[in-house]
């Protein structure tokens, strides 16, 4: 009997490979090269490869363009990637008449995977960051908080699971603020939670140069210094704005599904590799788990289906998958489609290098999409 043939499977990776938010895009190929390092390129007798697009910012129309162009005149079988909650929104629609599923390596609106079946994410909802941040608040005695967010999806997820679980928990939200994506001049919102008399502030803002500003802001107007606690989800104290932002942000609390500074044999690995993949150790955060993960999903997807091009097939082989992450257990629920995981809260603190981290100080475990039903 003669061996079949090898065939190609091609992977369609879209995000910000260039412009602001560029270290992002670096962290999906640090990823996914971090995953090929560790586990090789073949599943069976095919072998991955992966073509990359460029998206440097959220664009709808330009993200569509970019799957179908991927689809059509590239031939991959798979797409993944997409950092922008909008951009996820308007490829979902192109899924199932291409018969291609696609693979989430950011975009955190829980709604993005009721777009389409064929959407599996292997990356966090703001929901399931955000909520447990109440119950840290409550915790510290934190009863008056303002919510500060950008003005889509992702910060409207945010800002409703904080507020929800906070004020259920006896808290008081005394202000919401939403900001245009593009705001990057925030003292007078600064100004506007210190007169508030809030004793906390929950923020939210897609990681990139706008929080080095946010958490810089906080600091120049005094909040810091007037007791207003600083409370986010992990994007605000991403590991590549740690040097940059250095003492301005320590003892800052946040909670998230991943930090670099992971104690696990399974993460010291994925570093290791990223790390290689990436060049600067020090640009290395959270996107690129989502993506090494996605690839794991990935080439489940591809042994289920034997390589064929079979969405529905890929998508309920991994619905239930259950695995050991860099960042701890991780199972990709079967109605959300999204990663049920430990939630960390994390403060930022000083290494005996002088260098800062996120520390991992308490774990909220099997946190499912909390956004799902909403």
Known sequence: MTPAAADTIRVGVIGPFSGPYANQGKNFQAGVDAWFALNGRNVGDDEIEVVYRDLPAADPARA????????????????????????ALAIAPLLEEADTPL???NAATSAITKQSPLIVRTSFTLPQTSAPMAEVARQRGLSRVVTVVSDYGPGADAEKAFSTAFEAAGGQVVEKIRMPLATNDFSPIMQRVRASGA????????????TLAFARAYNDNGLKEAGVTFLAPGDLTQESDLPALGASVEGFLTTFHYSVAHDSPENKAFVDAARSAIGDPK???????????????????IEAT????????????????????????????????????TIYLREVAKAEDGTFFNREIQSFEKTPDLGWQN
Do not use: C, H
Request: charged share 15%; glycine share 10%; hydrophobic share 50%.
């Open 283 to 301: 640009l290395l955060t959270f996107p690129a788990v989502g993506a090494f993960d996605g690839m794991r999903v990935i080439a489940a997807m």
């Open 103 to 105: 693979v989430i390596f």
């Open 64 to 87: 569509r363009a970019l799957a179908q162009e991927l689809v059509v005149s590239d031939g991959v079988q798979y797409l993944a990637g997409v950092y922008f909650t909008p951009d």
């Open 306 to 341: 034997g390589g064929e091009q079979d969405a529905a097939a890929a998508v309920e082989a991994v619905k239930g998958m259950s695995f050991e992450s860099p960042r701890g257990p991780v199972t990709i629920d079967a109605e959300t489609r999204s990663p049920t995981q």
């Open 199 to 210: 004793d906390a502030l929950f923020a939210f803002l897609p990681s990139g140069p706008s």
